[in-house]
């Protein structure tokens, strides 16, 4: 899985409660991503980073936020879960221009 | 708006048949194009990826055909195999930031023995 590492792998969180989901990658790769995924949806980009403090939103963005403070690190916060954003949670690296995007094993989450 | 329309939505071969996914899209700026395999309880896995400046890339049993006049692509599995079932996603990417992907909603993939 390219030294990607998603964790919680799993997670039940009630609504209105924050959650925050953890990207880890071992590949110095400069650009990370978030992306959703919903039956009958394909995947969605939520955020992504291009650098350190470096962000910027993608489709899906409203009711997340995201942080990049280290390279290999990337966050992503629902403020307040709401029952909408249950979905399979893939994050993404990918290197310079010209290298693909490789993914992580997801995290799943219910907000109940 | 849905900026990659993919079918069929799920797709049923013998094995031995030939699978093919279609694709279209609208954004002229999107210039490259790659396919994802995704198994169960797994993270999409790129399988083959085409520029809009070649018609057709082969890699192994897998080969896109691209149109870029019509702006469509599609993926066609030679020789299916049980082990080809997983779910496919066409994606389209504009600019060198390759994982800034624009995805259909995916081919649910079945081939029986």
């Not at chain 1, 009630?14 to 953890?22: A, I, K, S, Y």
């Not at chain 1, 949806?41 to 963005?61: A, C, F, M, P």
């Not at chain 2, 079918?7 to 699978?19: A, E, F, R, Y």
């Not at chain 2, 066609?76 to 060198?96: L, V």
């Amino acid at each position: 899985d390219a030294g990607i590492t998603q964790s919680p792998r799993h997670k039940v969180t009630e609504t209105g409660t924050p959650v925050t989901l953890r990207c880890h990658q071992t590949e110095n790769h400069r650009y990370m991503y978030w992306y959703r995924q919903d039956p009958g949806h394909g995947l969605r980009l939520i955020h992504y980073s291009y650098g350190v403090k470096d962000t910027d939103k993608g489709e899906v963005s409203d009711g997340y936020s995201v942080s990049r403070s280290k390279t290999e690190d990337f966050l992503l916060t629902l403020e307040s879960a709401t029952s909408s954003q249950t979905s399979v949670y893939f994050c993404a690296i990918s290197g310079q221009s010209g290298t693909e995007a490789f993914f992580g094993q997801g995290t799943r989450l219910t907000v109940v | 708006q849905q900026q990659v329309k993919q079918s069929p939505q799920s797709l049923i071969v013998q094995k031995g048949g030939i699978s093919i996914i279609n694709c279209a899209y609208e954004n002229t700026a999107f210039d490259y194009f790659p396919w994802y395999q995704q198994f169960p309880g797994k993270g999409p896995a790129l399988l083959i990826a085409i520029r809009p400046d070649v018609s057709e890339k082969k890699e192994g049993r897998f080969t896109i055909s691209f149109n870029k006049s019509a702006k469509q692509f599609s993926l066609h599995i030679m020789d299916s195999q049980p082990g080809d079932s997983a779910t496919y996603f066409c994606a389209a990417n504009r600019g060198s930031t390759l994982g800034r992907l624009y995805f259909g909603r995916g081919t649910q993939l079945t081939v029986w023995p």
